[in-house]
């Protein structure tokens, strides 16, 4: 099968802090888009399609990261894990879908993730000031890339709001603390140029 570019499908990744409305706005795009006759659908970690042992991969990290303090797995396995993760759904869910012309939509796919978990090793005394960038920027490296999509059939949108909004909808969620970035801000703002698709 001679694999092309040509197709018009889109891996659509929505990024924001909990409770800024990503899963309302990916709720809604599913449904416009199936109205309109497209084929499109949601990533979802909890009940990953695909063949069994990368689902079962799938599952396993999710357990990881929702058993880790009790655990005590550190920042780095769980970077490791995190992005293990996001390439086999990357490989088993969005390409195929996405080369055949289907809208594929993925929810804090990577860099909240990434940011958050920095954050914690930081405050939880893993990391001195010292290893914070390079922790960081090992990080970074990880984050997961296909080889199949164009950079046309890729997009991220940062679902962002002002920070008195972001830090009540995470103590409506039971989150005392919202998680700051090094900046002071809930989430990073993602350079949406450098990733919006070229004409």
Not at 153 to 164: E, G, K
Request: aromatic content about 6%.
């Amino acid at each position: 099968m001679t694999t092309s570019h040509n197709h018009q499908g889109l891996f659509l990744v929505l990024e924001g802090a909990d409770g800024s409305g990503k899963s309302a706005v990916a709720t809604e795009l599913v449904t416009l888009g199936r109205d309109a006759g497209l084929d499109i659908r949601r990533v979802l970690r909890g009940s990953p399609r695909g063949d069994e042992a990368h689902a079962s991969l799938i599952r396993t990290v999710g357990r990881l990261f929702a058993e880790s303090d009790e655990i005590g797995a550190r920042w780095d396995l769980l970077s490791l894990a995190a992005a293990t993760q996001c390439l086999a759904l990357l490989q088993t869910e969005v390409e195929d879908s996405v080369l055949a012309g289907g809208v594929v939509i993925a929810e804090s796919w990577w860099h909240k993730t990434q940011v958050r978990l920095a954050i914690e090793a930081s405050i939880c005394g893993y990391l001195d000031p010292s290893q914070e960038l390079a922790f960081s920027t090992w990080q970074q490296g990880l984050m997961p890339s296909s080889t199949k999509l164009s950079q046309a059939q890729q997009m991220t949108v940062l679902i962002d709001t002002d920070l008195d909004t972001r830090v009540k909808w995470y103590e409506a969620g039971g989150c005392v603390e919202p998680v700051y970035d090094p900046q002071g801000v809930v989430t990073v703002t993602l350079s949406i140029s450098a990733i919006l698709p070229k004409e």
